[in-house]
């Protein structure tokens, strides 16, 4: 399946995610934060669309050197909004209006106490990211129809819980839950498909 950088993806996608019947997160025992599934021309000549992961640096006292999407805590008074695109601005440079932020999906619990909210935003041009090093070490662009193929996804079963471990083969790179649960979601999305993920487990490493 192709997802074509265009104005008609854009309709199309925009109108899926702004349908899209989220499960939110209503507890108040979980620390809030939100992450930014942000969508861009490939840019390897295929017009095709790609999603935005990061490289953590290695300094960062949680979950560093892992893949993420671009995100992090909510300041007190914030909303998730706000916190979406203020993460956005720090880590990558970017200013994103609030019109580009297309929906919202399904609020993911992570092992670590984190409820994560995920948005879906469009980026009409990446020429101007600029990743701070505090707290990226590289950028990189996944096309969104790579993430569509069967191969792609795979779920593992782990003794520690009866939960299944998700794994996204990206590229020659695999990425895990929370970072692997949104973007499934989303590439269950843009095919139709409404696809629930709170029930997709974390592999050990990452429950810290």
Same mark, same amino acid.
């Given at each position: ?6 104005a ?6 925009? +109108?899926?995610? @702004?349908?899209?019947?989220?499960? @939110?997160? #209503?507890g ?8 930014v599934?942000?969508? %861009?021309? +490939?840019g390897?000549?295929s017009? #095709?669309? @790609?999603?935005?992961l990061?490289r953590r @640096?290695?300094?960062l006292?949680?979950?560093?050197? $892992?893949? *993420? ?8 008074g #914030?909303t998730l909004? $706000?916190?979406g ?5 720090e ?6 209006? #609030?019109h ?11 092992r670590?106490?984190? *409820?994560i909210?995920? %948005? ?5 041009? *990446? ?7 505090d ?15 069967e ?13 299944p471990?998700?794994?996204?083969h990206i590229?020659?790179?695999?990425v895990h *839950?929370p970072t692997?649960?949104p973007l499934? $979601?989303?590439?269950?999305l +843009?095919?139709g ?15 810290r």
């Amino acid at each position: 399946m192709s997802y074509p950088f265009s104005a008609s993806f854009l309709t199309e996608i925009g +109108a899926r995610c @702004a349908a899209f019947p989220r499960i @939110a997160y #209503e507890g108040l025992d979980l620390k809030r934060s939100a992450v930014v599934i942000a969508l %861009m021309d +490939a840019g390897d000549g295929s017009s #095709e669309t @790609a999603f935005l992961l990061t490289r953590r @640096a290695a300094k960062l006292r949680s979950h560093a050197g $892992q893949w *993420a999407l671009p995100g992090g805590r909510c300041d007190p008074g #914030e909303t998730l909004l $706000q916190t979406g695109l203020r993460e956005l601005k720090e880590e990558l440079g970017v200013t994103l209006p #609030e019109h580009r932020v297309l929906g919202v999906l399904d609020d993911y619990v992570t092992r670590s106490g984190y *409820a994560i909210t995920p %948005m879906v935003a469009w980026l009409d041009d *990446a020429s101007d990211l600029s990743p701070n090093p505090d707290e990226v070490v590289s950028t990189h662009t996944f096309r969104l129809d790579h993430i569509g193929r069967e191969e792609a996804v795979e779920f593992l079963t782990i003794p520690e819980s009866d939960r299944p471990v998700i794994r996204l083969h990206i590229g020659d790179s695999v990425v895990h *839950a929370p970072t692997a649960a949104p973007l499934y $979601q989303l590439r269950e999305l +843009a095919a139709g498909r409404i696809t629930r993920v709170s029930e997709l487990e974390q592999p050990v490493f990452a429950w810290r």
